[in-house]
């Protein structure tokens, strides 16, 4: 089946009309491309992201937009003509909001199979000398000799692409001794855990604000075979959970995962003494190379001593255990 897709020019004011004028014409699905909710949507999560993709952001300026999907069977010419028709009747009948131009440009789309295509950006992803993140379609194809990680990575963050979760990975695989009590602050799609698992951990804790990681992580754990004897994904935050916290502090733990962004990492580290046994190690990553400063300092105030920095990319990692 081949398809055309089309692409109406408009400006954010027009949206929400152009939007709603497009559902009643019957077009029950399109993709909207808007500047200023891609800006707002960052500063209401302003707390939660440290880097901004510059290159999506040169893309998106100015833009407003809408994408429709038309079947190509030969009617296609006459509903473009159509379509094109009743975006200037909208005009005339709001003439109060700004559109912009509502030009209509049309291109046809390659033949293939949608459903299984968006596989082709997960290949195995070696990390570390030991470990390979596979996406769970492959589970059973990798030959590389590397301990297998098996993941859904259409779910949430975490796949094993990222600097920063890589990193947090070669830390495990280096520090972990086998039979160690890991505990994951911000765990998304609990990879970390599971890495930890399949290098020798006898017992991992996840925990995330997100109420959808803790499905999401279990769901994961159980494609490695790790059930809840040995797997654990909880929601909360340990900053203001007292119950969660209280829960969490009745084990002893050997290392602590933070994989998250600077801000949180800040947040967290006066709570953390908590967790914290004599030789834990505490795994920050995540942290831009223009906040370590920031996370060195906050360490010390935490009564923590830095053992290693890891760098990839403008990304780092600190390793650190009491003082």
């Not at 019957?26 to 500063?43: C, M, P, R, T």
């Not at 295509?117 to 996406?135: A, D, F, M």
């Not at 962004?261 to 580290?269: E, K, T």
């Not at 400063?293 to 990692?317: F, H, M, N, S």
Request: charged share 25%; proline share 4%; hydrophobic share 40%.
């Amino acid at each position: 089946m081949q398809w055309l897709e089309l692409t109406i020019q408009t400006a954010s004011s027009g949206i929400e009309a152009l939007g709603a004028h497009l559902t009643a014409q019957g077009y029950d699905s399109f993709v909207i491309d808007d500047q200023i909710e891609y800006e707002a949507f960052l500063e209401n999560n302003r707390a939660y992201w440290d880097y901004i993709d510059e290159e999506l952001e040169k893309r998106l300026q100015g833009l407003s937009q809408i994408k429709l999907y038309l079947e190509m069977d030969g009617r296609e010419q006459e509903k473009v003509e159509t379509l094109k028709a009743s975006l200037e009747a909208l005009r005339n009948r709001l003439p109060n909001v700004q559109f912009g131009s509502l030009a209509v440009t049309a291109a046809p789309m390659a033949e293939e199979n949608w459903e299984d295509s968006w596989k082709e950006n997960y290949p195995p992803q070696p990390v570390g000398n030991r470990l390979v993140v596979l996406p769970y379609w492959l589970a059973d194809t990798d030959a590389s000799g590397r301990i297998p990680v098996v993941l859904d990575p259409g779910l949430t963050f975490g796949t094993g692409a990222h600097p920063s979760t890589q990193m947090c990975m070669e830390a495990l695989e280096e520090r972990l001794l086998p039979g160690s009590r890991v505990i994951d602050l911000g765990s998304g799609s609990g990879i970390l855990s599971i890495a930890a698992l399949r290098l020798g951990a006898k017992e991992a804790i996840c925990v995330d604000i997100d109420p959808k990681a803790e499905g999401i992580a279990e769901e994961n754990a159980a494609y490695n075979g790790f059930g809840r004897d040995v797997f654990r994904a909880c929601t909360g935050n340990v900053s203001e959970d007292t119950p969660l916290m209280r829960e969490l502090c009745a084990k002893n733990y050997d290392v602590v995962l933070i994989n998250i962004v600077a801000d949180v990492i800040l947040s967290l580290l006066p709570a953390l003494h908590r967790l914290l046994q004599r030789e834990t190690i505490v795994i920050c990553s995540g942290i831009l190379d223009t906040r370590l400063p920031e996370i060195y300092e906050g360490l010390k105030e935490a009564g923590l001593q830095v053992l290693e920095t890891k760098a990839k990319e403008d990304w780092r990692c600190v390793v650190a255990k009491e003082a």
